[in-house]
């Protein structure tokens, strides 16, 4: 993402939310989708990205529907399943289901091709496709996924994907780490930052109170320059917080 102009470098621009509103849509009748940053029909030159963090899609596949078999490379792919359920099926030979709760990892690398359906008749899935830049080109391709109960979330930043796969997180070849919380009531957490890196944080859904900002489910804020996030007063919230190289 490149800064407006109207601000200064003197402002430093620590914090800034967007507002789900603002984000790109497309309805394909089938798929109905949200982008955080430029992608496919949907281009805006301020968001191109924030730090290594490339997509962030928010999918509504209708029931029957989905998304045919296609291809990628050199790309780290997370799937986050929100409701529904996603079948996952690809050139690697994995035949999958990703239930809610679980996080899907693909490494796409030299190249795979996949598939991606909503096989149930009445109801809709729900799920964040999730793009980062990986820190090595032309890796042989792999998956990996798992199940993170919701008690390790709730009320703190569960680390679900990370470089090493430490603490139960799921490996991703990119300069970056992944958290997910719940968050109601009097619950809160804190996450140190590196203040030469970024930070994105993408509120789910509920609403929560980031460093003194008021987020809404589909806002997300953009973090510079801090050394630490502070999350607070929740209320039915679930977010997705990325710690991402400059």
């Known amino acids: 993402m490149c800064l ?8 430093v621009i620590m914090l800034i939310i967007r507002k789900s509103e603002e984000r790109g849509y497309a309805d394909h009748g089938w798929l109905k989708s949200f982008h955080s940053f430029s992608f496919a029909g949907y281009y805006d030159p301020q968001f191109m990205g924030w730090g290594n963090l490339r997509v962030i899609n ?27 359920e996603l079948a996952h099926e690809d050139s690697m030979g994995n035949i999958k ?25 009445d109801q809709t899935t729900h799920f964040l496709q999730i793009w980062i830049e990986p820190n090595q080109l032309e890796i042989a391709p792999s998956y990996e996924q798992k199940t993170i109960p919701a008690i390790n979330k709730n009320g703190k930043l569960c680390l679900v994907a990370s470089p090493t796969g430490e603490a139960g997180s799921v490996s991703i070849s990119a300069d970056a780490k992944m958290y997910a ?7 809160s957490a804190s ?8 930070a994105y944080v993408h509120l789910i859904r509920g609403s929560l109170r980031v ?36």
């Open 4 to 11: 407006p102009q109207e601000y200064s470098r003197k402002d």
């Open 191 to 198: 996450l140190k930052l590196d203040s030469s890196r970024k």
């Open 97 to 121: 289901g990703i239930p809610p709760g679980d996080v899907q990892r693909m490494s796409a690398g030299t190249g795979v091709m996949h598939s991606e359906f909503n096989h149930a008749k």
């Open 181 to 187: 919380g719940l968050f109601d009531g009097e619950q």
């Open 58 to 84: 928010e999918d509504r596949v209708a029931p029957g529907m989905g998304f045919g078999k296609h291809g990628h490379r050199n790309m780290e792919i997370i799937s986050y399943v929100l409701s529904g």
């Open 211 to 246: 460093n003194d900002q008021e987020l809404n489910g589909g806002d997300a804020l953009l973090v510079q320059d801090e050394s630490q996030l502070t999350l607070t007063n929740g209320k039915s919230a679930e977010v997705l917080v990325f710690d991402l190289s400059a």
